[in-house]
């Protein structure tokens, strides 16, 4: 194979170092665990880790079983690895993936068996190859979907799953400049069929985002980027507060005068915290359960009970109680 442009590794370093610093506050790169899956995106990501870091890469394909070419793609991306002098375990699910949602079911299964595999080999991060493409496809996605500003932040360039970092150093990189860095270098790769079909989300979006040239995907990546930045100091705020005035759900919770979008996270979490505390027999409460009405309420000063628990308006400040168990007749 041909080796890759220096500057192309340079700047793989670069962003690969912002990343530790964003995560470690340190900018010095450790172990990395790279997850390889065939495509051109994360061949790409395999070549420039290699090339940046020999010696401190391990690499894992996820064969799903969904396909029978996936066995193929699989030992196709371990021949690759061996090329490179990079160690290459593929994982596979015990139990086949079945029921609905099968895209959302498959995702789960593969990071649930990276991050298992990652912390078993000690990486510092686990990497993997979402780029600018997926992250504007993912932003209008969200949009679409009326998300607010957590899920508008899109692909996370770092953050935990479980106990494993994950890493997205290749967030500003686009997919053709990807596939041609893979192509100029000589090295296999496979397009999945999936990637092209119109029953998924994804290929309807990034369809249409193709059709609309005034769309920059970089642009689109980019605001995602900012926005995250946002969430995080939106989130870090949200903590201080908690920290400061939540002292349990029958103490004064002074929080009316805030923004609305700290009152709404402020509003869930003290919604949690006093069901957890009396959660047989309560209705269904999630992060996603739709709260705009009881924020509507208690800012015209009005109580109200949302998933069995009672919000009361006092000058202090809310009060929180579990609402009593309706009489049946």
Same mark, same amino acid.
């Given at each position: *194979? =041909?080796?890759?442009?220096?500057?192309? &590794?340079?700047?793989?370093?670069? #962003?690969?170092?912002?990343?530790?610093?964003?995560?470690?506050?340190?900018?010095?790169?450790?172990?990395?665990?790279?997850?390889?899956?065939?495509?051109?995106?994360? &061949?790409?990501?395999? @070549?420039?880790?290699?090339? =940046?870091?020999?010696?401190?890469?391990?690499?894992?394909?996820?064969?799903?079983?969904?396909? @029978?070419?996936?066995?193929?793609?699989?030992? *196709?991306?371990?021949?690759?690895?061996?090329?490179?002098?990079?160690?290459? /375990?593929?994982?596979?699910?015990?139990? $086949?993936?079945?029921?609905?949602?099968?895209?959302?079911?498959?995702?789960?299964?593969?990071?649930?068996?990276?991050?298992?595999?990652?912390?078993?080999?000690?990486?510092?991060?686990?990497?993997?190859?979402?780029?600018?493409?997926?992250? +504007?496809?993912?932003?209008?996605?969200?949009?679409?979907? /009326?998300?607010?500003?957590?899920?508008?932040?899109?692909?996370?360039?770092?953050?935990?799953?479980?106990?494993?970092?994950? @890493?997205?150093?290749?967030? /500003?990189?686009?997919?053709?400049?990807?596939?041609?860095?893979?192509?100029?270098?000589?090295? $296999?790769?496979?397009?999945?069929?999936?990637?092209? #079909?119109?029953?998924?989300?994804?290929?309807?979006?990034?369809?249409? @985002? +193709?059709?609309? $040239?005034?769309?920059?995907?970089?642009?689109?990546?980019?605001?995602?980027?900012?926005?995250?930045?946002?969430?995080?100091?939106?989130?870090?705020?949200?903590?201080?507060?908690?920290?400061?005035?939540?002292?349990?759900?029958?103490? $004064?919770?002074?929080?009316?005068?805030?923004?609305?979008?700290?009152?709404?996270?402020?509003?869930?979490?003290?919604?949690?915290?006093?069901?957890?505390?009396?959660?047989?027999?309560?209705?269904?409460?999630?992060?996603?359960?739709?709260?705009?009405?009881?924020?509507?309420?208690?800012?015209?000063?009005?109580?109200?009970?949302? +998933?069995?628990?009672?919000?009361?308006?006092?000058?202090?400040?809310?009060?929180?109680?579990?609402?009593?168990?309706?009489?049946?007749?």
């Amino acid at each position: *194979m =041909a080796p890759l442009p220096a500057a192309a &590794v340079a700047r793989f370093i670069d #962003d690969l170092r912002r990343g530790f610093a964003r995560a470690h506050d340190v900018a010095t790169i450790g172990r990395v665990g790279v997850a390889v899956s065939g495509g051109p995106d994360s &061949v790409a990501l395999l @070549l420039l880790a290699a090339a =940046a870091l020999p010696g401190e890469v391990v690499a894992a394909t996820v064969d799903h079983r969904l396909r @029978l070419a996936g066995a193929d793609e699989a030992a *196709m991306v371990a021949g690759l690895c061996e090329r490179l002098g990079v160690p290459h /375990a593929t994982l596979a699910p015990a139990t $086949p993936i079945t029921g609905s949602s099968l895209q959302r079911r498959a995702r789960e299964a593969r990071y649930a068996l990276l991050t298992d595999w990652a912390a078993r080999h000690r990486v510092d991060a686990l990497l993997t190859a979402h780029h600018a493409d997926d992250q +504007a496809e993912t932003l209008l996605m969200r949009l679409n979907r /009326a998300s607010g500003l957590a899920g508008l932040s899109a692909i996370r360039a770092a953050r935990r799953e479980g106990g494993t970092l994950l @890493l997205r150093p290749l967030l /500003a990189w686009r997919r053709a400049e990807l596939r041609a860095l893979v192509e100029a270098a000589g090295a $296999p790769f496979v397009d999945d069929p999936s990637n092209a #079909d119109p029953r998924h989300d994804r290929t309807r979006v990034r369809t249409a @985002l +193709a059709a609309m $040239p005034a769309l920059d995907p970089a642009a689109l990546a980019a605001s995602a980027g900012f926005l995250a930045e946002a969430e995080e100091a939106i989130a870090r705020l949200t903590e201080r507060l908690w920290s400061e005035l939540w002292r349990g759900p029958d103490r $004064p919770f002074a929080v009316a005068g805030e923004p609305r979008e700290l009152r709404r996270r402020l509003l869930r979490r003290a919604l949690h915290a006093t069901r957890a505390q009396h959660a047989i027999g309560l209705p269904a409460f999630t992060d996603s359960s739709n709260i705009e009405p009881l924020l509507d309420a208690l800012a015209a000063r009005r109580g109200a009970t949302h +998933a069995g628990v009672k919000v009361e308006v006092h000058e202090e400040g809310w009060i929180f109680r579990v609402a009593p168990p309706r009489r049946s007749l």
